[in-house]
């Protein structure tokens, strides 16, 4: 399960927040009127999306996707956050969030026990999609073991 203290597990987190989540969160921290200085305003642009071929397992792009970057400075801790699609108010929230646990803002604590929550949202849901999935698994044989 992804972990809110660490960065990068917290990054994955935020991109599958809610916004309204994030933006609830958001604004809890901003309550406090701490300084805030955006450093990279939310626009949505294109990345390429790579992924892992499964047989010979080498990288290829698959495509482009559309994301929306956010880069904010809080009370001198910077926060960043990426999330899918064109969402600046999600992706500005994630990165106020982002900043407010990585400064140990006093709601640090409720914003990674939310953001678990999200973790343990999404674990069931990927659990439950694929209970529903297994009876339609297919079989391949190949000839590349026979070779």
Same mark, same amino acid.
């Given at each position: 399960?992804?972990?809110?203290?660490?960065?990068?597990?917290?990054?994955?987190?935020?991109?599958?927040?809610?916004?309204?989540?994030?933006?609830?969160?958001?604004?809890?921290?901003?309550?406090?009127?701490?300084?805030?200085?955006?450093?990279?305003?939310?626009?949505?642009?294109?990345?390429?999306?790579?992924?892992?071929?499964?047989?010979?397992? !080498?990288?290829?792009?698959?495509? =482009?996707?559309?994301? #929306?970057?956010? @880069?904010? /400075?809080?009370? +001198? *801790?910077?926060?960043?956050?990426?999330?899918?699609?064109?969402?600046?108010?999600?992706?500005?929230?994630?990165?106020?969030?982002?900043?407010?646990?990585?400064?140990?803002?006093?709601?640090?604590?409720?914003?990674?026990?939310?953001?678990?929550?999200?973790?343990?949202?999404?674990?069931?849901? !990927?659990?439950?999609?694929?209970? =529903?999935?297994?009876? #339609?698994?297919? @079989?391949? /044989?190949?000839? +590349? *073991?026979?070779?």
């Amino acid at each position: 399960m992804e972990n809110p203290h660490d960065r990068s597990d917290r990054f994955e987190l935020i991109a599958a927040c809610d916004g309204d989540v994030l933006t609830k969160l958001a604004n809890e921290v901003l309550a406090d009127d701490p300084p805030l200085s955006v450093l990279q305003e939310p626009t949505p642009q294109l990345v390429m999306q790579r992924v892992v071929e499964p047989v010979e397992k !080498r990288p290829f792009n698959l495509g =482009e996707v559309v994301v #929306t970057p956010a @880069e904010v /400075e809080l009370d +001198e *801790d910077r926060g960043f956050a990426m999330v899918p699609g064109k969402n600046e108010r999600a992706a500005l929230s994630g990165a106020i969030v982002d900043a407010a646990v990585a400064g140990g803002h006093r709601l640090a604590d409720d914003i990674t026990t939310r953001l678990r929550g999200v973790a343990e949202n999404q674990q069931t849901e !990927r659990e439950r999609a694929w209970a =529903e999935s297994t009876h #339609t698994a297919v @079989e391949f /044989e190949t000839m +590349e *073991d026979d070779l």
